[in-house]
């Protein structure tokens, strides 16, 4: 019998029963179309859950910064424009803001006062370490360019001087002697220092406040959090290398360990829908080894006529194992199907741009698996009508 001949008596015994399959074939697209789903969004997903400041809190942020232990080097370091700007040519840098700031500073409006933290920044600052602006605005281009006399106040520094709970923008406040305008407010930080902490144009504090203008800290945000442990040693070879008189002073802090648990988190997740998805696959596989017995059970008497007229061992496997394969490859096609519909869909819905290749590796891994998912369970009932006796199979009722 010919190749053509089994595959021709094949497709007709599936056209044939075809609501028998209807079942095996829907469980097997679900999973594959699952799978092809959260292999193709997975990383997308993740790499824009990694760029979500509010969420990640300081995880993606690198620190540059001096050892100011007096005890053991006689220098406190700065940091000038051309590190500044090499740091943001770094590959995987989302953003870079320098910063001066004092303890310490007397902030006060009218009779009430209080001692807090002075900060001069850039407006990308905001941006770099996620400041949410409660009320107001940040600092923009133009009051660093201008100079301007603006300010932005923790929470705590506004329930202090404006007690009577008035709304502090517009409103002068002095910091060490010099008026300033409050233009926002910040609330809901994680470092809460910064509820304490008066932020001015990095130009105003550098031009009007003793013992600001030397760079004492530099702030790096990474594009996502596997770019931050490279992104480290990166930027301690780079400011090393630019200062070299103080390199045993130079630091760079960040923090792995909120990265690894954010990472353990998703990973648990991925694997509990990875392994939902695996045992769905694995109940239609076992579908498809019942409806194939039950397909021997019905098809005795056919399979001992088959074999009577001369029909082989092999030709019966090969017929059983065709049928098992397509059911198979039929529920895969139409689960890549699902599955590119549900990308299209989840595109739209994350607003992200999918990994096109990973959707093309899915696409060919479920083709794979669907052939060795048909073949591993359509071998058993396969190999038991190949080895039917032809005249107890013809006398079977």
Same mark, same amino acid.
């Given at each position: 019998?010919?190749?053509?001949?089994?595959?021709?008596?094949?497709?007709?015994?599936?056209?044939?029963?075809?609501?028998?399959?209807?079942?095996?074939?829907?469980?097997?697209?679900?999973?594959?179309?699952?799978?092809?789903?959260?292999?193709?969004?997975?990383?997308?997903?993740?790499?824009?859950?990694?760029?979500?400041?509010?969420?990640?809190?300081?995880?993606?942020?690198?620190?540059?910064?001096?050892?100011?232990?007096?005890?053991?080097?006689?220098?406190?370091?700065?940091?000038?424009?051309?590190?500044?700007?090499?740091?943001?040519?770094?590959?995987?840098?989302?953003?870079?803001?320098?910063?001066?700031?004092?303890?310490?500073?007397?902030?006060?409006?009218?009779?009430? =006062?209080? +001692? @807090?933290?002075?900060? %001069? /920044? #850039?407006?990308?600052? &905001?941006?770099?370490?996620?400041?949410?602006?409660?009320?107001?605005?940040?600092?923009?281009?133009?009051?660093?360019?201008?100079?301007?006399?603006?300010?932005?106040?923790?929470?705590?520094?506004?329930?202090?001087?404006?007690?009577?709970?008035?709304?502090?923008?517009?409103?002068?406040?002095?910091?060490?002697?010099?008026?300033? =305008?409050? +233009? @926002?407010?910040?609330? %809901? /930080? #994680?470092?809460?220092? &910064?509820?304490?902490?008066?932020?001015?144009?990095?130009?105003?504090?550098?031009?009007?406040?003793?013992?600001?203008?030397?760079?004492?800290?530099?702030?790096?945000?990474?594009?996502?959090?596997?770019?931050?442990?490279?992104?480290?040693?990166?930027?301690?070879?780079?400011?090393?290398?630019?200062?070299?008189?103080?390199?045993?002073?130079?630091?760079?802090?960040?923090?792995?360990?909120?990265?690894?648990?954010?990472?353990?988190?998703?990973?648990?997740?991925?694997?509990?829908?990875?392994?939902?998805?695996?045992?769905?696959?694995?109940?239609?596989?076992?579908?498809?080894?019942?409806?194939?017995?039950?397909?021997?059970?019905?098809?005795?008497?056919?399979?001992?006529?088959?074999?009577?007229?001369?029909?082989?061992?092999?030709?019966?496997?090969?017929?059983?194992?065709?049928?098992?394969?397509?059911?198979?490859?039929?529920?895969?096609?139409?689960?890549?199907?699902?599955?590119?519909?549900?990308?299209?869909?989840?595109?739209?819905?994350?607003?992200?741009?999918?990994?096109?290749?990973?959707?093309?590796?899915?696409?060919?891994?479920?083709?794979?698996?669907?052939?060795?998912?048909?073949?591993?369970?359509?071998?058993?009932?396969?190999?038991?009508?190949?080895?039917?006796?032809?005249?107890?199979?013809?006398?079977?009722?």
């Amino acid at each position: 019998m010919l190749a053509s001949d089994i595959i021709q008596i094949s497709l007709r015994q599936l056209y044939r029963n075809r609501r028998r399959y209807r079942g095996v074939i829907i469980g097997i697209a679900l999973g594959i179309g699952g799978l092809v789903t959260v292999f193709t969004m997975g990383d997308s997903v993740e790499s824009d859950l990694a760029k979500n400041l509010e969420i990640l809190g300081s995880a993606t942020i690198l620190k540059a910064t001096w050892d100011y232990d007096r005890s053991k080097r006689w220098h406190h370091g700065q940091y000038y424009p051309k590190d500044i700007d090499d740091l943001r040519n770094l590959p995987d840098v989302r953003s870079v803001s320098p910063s001066v700031y004092r303890y310490s500073q007397t902030v006060s409006r009218n009779n009430d =006062k209080m +001692i @807090g933290r002075l900060m %001069g /920044v #850039e407006p990308n600052f &905001f941006v770099t370490i996620y400041m949410p602006i409660v009320r107001g605005r940040s600092i923009s281009e133009a009051d660093l360019r201008e100079r301007a006399s603006v300010c932005v106040i923790g929470q705590t520094i506004t329930k202090t001087l404006f007690k009577d709970g008035s709304d502090p923008l517009g409103k002068e406040i002095f910091i060490a002697g010099h008026s300033m =305008k409050v +233009i @926002g407010e910040i609330g %809901g /930080v #994680e470092d809460k220092g &910064f509820l304490e902490t008066v932020l001015v144009p990095l130009t105003v504090a550098r031009s009007r406040f003793d013992h600001l203008y030397e760079i004492k800290d530099v702030y790096v945000r990474a594009e996502n959090w596997d770019a931050v442990g490279p992104l480290h040693t990166a930027m301690i070879q780079l400011l090393k290398r630019n200062q070299p008189g103080y390199s045993d002073g130079i630091q760079v802090r960040y923090y792995p360990e909120r990265i690894r648990t954010i990472q353990n988190a998703i990973m648990l997740v991925k694997m509990f829908i990875y392994a939902s998805l695996v045992v769905t696959l694995l109940l239609g596989g076992l579908g498809i080894t019942n409806v194939m017995l039950g397909a021997i059970r019905e098809r005795t008497t056919e399979i001992g006529l088959r074999k009577a007229v001369g029909a082989t061992e092999e030709m019966i496997m090969q017929q059983f194992l065709l049928e098992s394969v397509t059911i198979s490859l039929m529920g895969a096609a139409i689960g890549m199907v699902v599955g590119f519909l549900s990308v299209e869909t989840l595109q739209g819905l994350f607003e992200t741009v999918p990994a096109y290749s990973a959707f093309a590796a899915s696409l060919a891994g479920g083709i794979i698996f669907g052939v060795l998912l048909g073949v591993a369970s359509g071998y058993f009932p396969a190999r038991k009508a190949s080895k039917l006796d032809p005249s107890e199979a013809m006398r079977f009722e």
